[in-house]
């Protein structure tokens, strides 16, 4: 007979394995932390908006969206070809106004 953590150990294993494996792939697992501490990776990164945010407009101007970027990347190992691929769709969808934070945190976090 396990222990009470054991029994939530367990549980959470099943919850998180979807495909019933009886193993956790990356995504299985990513998809798990995201759920569990999605709420504090929008917090820090909407705090990292707001320090490239130059106080003009609603958004970030297309220094500030590359500055935001190079930022994330060293942070929060975003690969540079992800990274760059966001930041061009973001930049051609803004068509040369100033970029929101949501629509920063849609891109990145869907």
Do not use: C
Not at 11 to 27: C, I, K, M, P, Q
Not at 37 to 60: C, I, M, Y
Not at 67 to 91: C, N, P
Request: no cysteine.
């Amino acid at each position: 007979m396990g222990t009470p953590g054991h029994a939530l150990a367990d549980r959470t294993f099943e919850v998180l394995d979807v495909n019933g494996d009886g193993a956790l792939s990356f995504s299985e697992l990513a998809s798990g932390i995201l759920m569990l501490f999605g709420e504090l990776v929008e917090e820090r990164l909407h705090a990292l908006f707001l320090e490239r945010w130059d106080g003009k407009g609603e958004g970030l101007s297309a220094e500030g969206l590359r500055t935001f970027f190079d930022t994330a990347v060293r942070l929060h190992s975003l690969s540079g070809a992800r990274s760059a691929q966001i930041m061009r769709k973001l930049e051609q969808e803004s068509q040369r106004r100033r970029v929101r934070y949501d629509e920063v945190r849609e891109a990145l976090l869907g």
